[in-house]
C-alpha cells in the first residue's frame, strides 16, 4: 500500500535525437511537397518584361545617407584665453652684456 504508481521509463538520448530528425526531415520535405503542388502563374504572353500576376506596382526607394565633416567650431573670444610659456634664460660670463630675448611660445588652451 505505501507503494506509489510505477514511474513511466524515460527514453533514452537517442531515440529523442532519431525522432527530432526524422519529424525536421518530413517537415522539409513536406515544404517541397506544397510548393511543388502550388501550380506556377501563367506566362506573360508580352516580350522579355515581367509582370506580377497580382498587378501591384513595386516602388523602390533609395536612401542615401551623407555625413559631412565639418571643421570644430572656433571658441568665443571670452572661453579661452591665450597662454604664454617661456624658456628660463641662462647667464653665462661670455653673455654678461648682452640679453637676449627669451623663445616665446603662445598656445591656446582648449582641444
Known amino acids: ?9 524515460r527514453w533514452p538520448r537517442g531515440r529523442i535525437k532519431a525522432l527530432a530528425w526524422i519529424t525536421g526531415a518530413m517537415t522539409f520535405v513536406a515544404s517541397g511537397a506544397v510548393l511543388a503542388a ?26 542615401i545617407r551623407k555625413v559631412i565633416i565639418v571643421d570644430p567650431a572656433q571658441p568665443s573670444a571670452g572661453s579661452t584665453q591665450p597662454v604664454v610659456v617661456s ?25
Do not use: F, L, Y
Open 1 to 9: 500500500m505505501t507503494e506509489g504508481a510505477r514511474r513511466p521509463s
Open 38 to 63: 502550388h501550380p506556377k502563374p501563367a506566362a506573360a504572353s508580352g516580350g522579355g518584361t515581367k509582370v506580377r500576376a497580382s498587378g501591384v506596382r513595386v516602388i523602390r526607394r533609395t536612401i
Open 87 to 111: 624658456a628660463p634664460t641662462s647667464t653665462s660670463s661670455s653673455n654678461v652684456g648682452t640679453v637676449a630675448p627669451p623663445p616665446t611660445t603662445t598656445t591656446t588652451s582648449g582641444s
